[in-house]
């Protein structure tokens, strides 16, 4: 059969509220124009995140029920514990309430002044806690993965001859460790070749350097290493990601991603005296090791999320339900970064609106006309998330102005797909008349999250 259906049927349904045009001019305009500040009952499909809005299957609920709430030793906890060793062989797994609470304490560990902290792209909340220590986070991608119209199997590498650049400046000391982001988030969600793994590791082995991966989406990426890389057609999905965490010394993982999970994350490591450390400072700021910052319930849904993310089914379905809609952007001439990538659908809304400069938000004023179209809730990945202010004050745009359309896990059915397609085609028809925007209150970090804005 050619057509690829989803692979579970719908046992209980969550009401989504229609919207007038006129409605929704009013909540954007209360909402100073930043869709983090739009009540979600008032978006039709809400797009802004993949994260920790997946809906979670029969056992997952089952798993809930079952949670063992003990502060420590929870029967839970070593469910959850023996599915991440399983999945990524490392020898101490450390749970954590989400994935960027793993990064403040491995980088609040291994992080500080004059320090440098390359990967292929940093996402925000990873680059603000390496910042936060006062380290600089540098992105290395590959050539291809600048070039958002050009269709290459694995965008989202790192760029070894500038990563070999920079471990050979830095000098000893000063890179306590390399990342890779799995797939690449903020680099139009494009997966990393195994074959890129193996020589960012064997680089950074080299320099006495430890590899960590930022695995959020590892299952989403084992599939792409499957489907296009040499030698893995008859591997499982979870050979494959086990093959890609063998070269890491450590991991950060948010399980409200490919954990399938509402809530959650962990921190991998197999450095016995750093995983001590991290321990301390895991009871210091999330709790006992045995729980990290859950519920015996969030890990029980965890464990089971860890295994369903890897079934064959399941991800045919997922990857497809997203290349769906990137397929039938592109045909209509939308530009967005190609291929789709495996949580998401990026519009280059630089191309889209080449009217609005980057300093008034062409990213921005596209997520404000989608919401006001069609009630699509979606997030600027552009200018106002990752551009910043010069020494003087003055305006550093982001490299791109993108608008990611991210599909929540087992959420949508197809003809939710085929409305988002609807609604930005509309769009499209009149797209001159969208006007730029200018910020009204510019939060100084992570300023996508509160800032708000007014029509420039
Ligand atoms: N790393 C990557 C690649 C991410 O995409 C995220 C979160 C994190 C780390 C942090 O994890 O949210 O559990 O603390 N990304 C979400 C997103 C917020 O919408 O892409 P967290």
Avoid at 305 to 333: C, K, P
């Amino acid at each position: 059969m050619k057509t690829i259906i989803e692979p579970f049927r719908i046992k209980m349904v969550e009401p989504i509220r229609m919207t007038t045009k006129r409605e929704r001019a009013l909540v954007l305009e209360k909402a100073g124009y930043n869709p983090f500040f739009i009540p979600a009952e008032d978006c039709l499909i809400d797009l802004l995140t993949d994260s920790g809005t997946s809906a979670m299957s029969t056992e997952q609920w089952a798993g809930v029920m079952r949670g063992d709430e003990s502060y420590a030793g929870s029967r839970s906890f070593f469910r959850f514990e023996g599915v991440a060793k399983s999945l990524t062989g490392m020898r101490h797994i450390l749970p954590t309430h989400q994935g960027r609470a793993a990064e403040r304490i491995l980088f609040s560990l291994v992080a500080g002044r004059d320090q440098v902290i390359p990967s292929n792209t940093h996402f925000d909340t990873t680059r603000a806690n390496i910042e936060f220590q006062g380290a600089r986070a540098e992105d290395l991608l590959c050539d291809e993965g600048n070039d958002l119209a050009v269709r290459a199997p694995f965008k989202g590498n790192m760029n070894l001859d500038a990563l070999k650049r920079l471990l050979e400046a830095a000098g000893p000391g000063r890179v306590p460790l390399v990342m890779l982001t799995v797939t690449n988030n903020a680099a139009g969600g494009q997966p990393v070749s195994m074959a890129n793994i193996r020589a960012t590791r064997d680089l950074a082995k080299s320099c006495g350097v430890p590899l960590f991966l930022d695995a959020c989406r590892f299952a989403e990426n084992a599939w792409f290493i499957r489907e296009r890389e040499e030698g893995y057609r008859d591997a499982s999905l979870m050979e494959v990601a086990r093959e890609m965490f063998s070269y890491a010394d450590g991991c950060t993982m948010s399980a409200k991603k490919d954990g399938l999970s509402n809530i959650g994350g962990f921190l991998a490591l197999n450095d016995d005296d750093l995983a001590a450390r991290a321990r301390s400072m895991l009871i210091l700021t999330e709790g006992f090791p045995t729980y990290g910052g859950l519920a015996g319930r969030d890990l029980e849904a965890i464990a089971q999320g860890l295994m369903e993310v890897l079934d064959e089914d399941y991800m045919r379905y997922r990857i497809r339900s997203v290349e769906f809609l990137g397929e039938h952007l592109t045909a209509a001439g939308v530009p967005i970064v190609e291929p789709p990538g495996g949580h998401a659908v990026y519009v280059d809304a630089g191309r889209f609106l080449p009217h609005i400069p980057p300093h008034e938000f062409p990213g921005q004023a596209l997520v404000c006309a989608l919401y006001l179209e069609g009630g699509i809730r979606a997030v600027e990945i552009g200018s106002v998330m990752f551009g910043r202010r010069g020494p003087d004050g003055e305006f550093v745009p982001a490299r791109h102005e993108l608008v990611r359309l991210a599909i929540p896990r087992r959420v949508l059915t197809q003809s939710h797909v085929e409305y988002v397609v609807e609604v930005i085609l509309e769009i499209q028809k009149h797209r001159e008349e969208i006007r730029g925007l200018r910020f009204a209150r510019e939060a100084p970090i992570l300023r996508h999250f509160t800032s708000t804005f007014e029509p420039a």
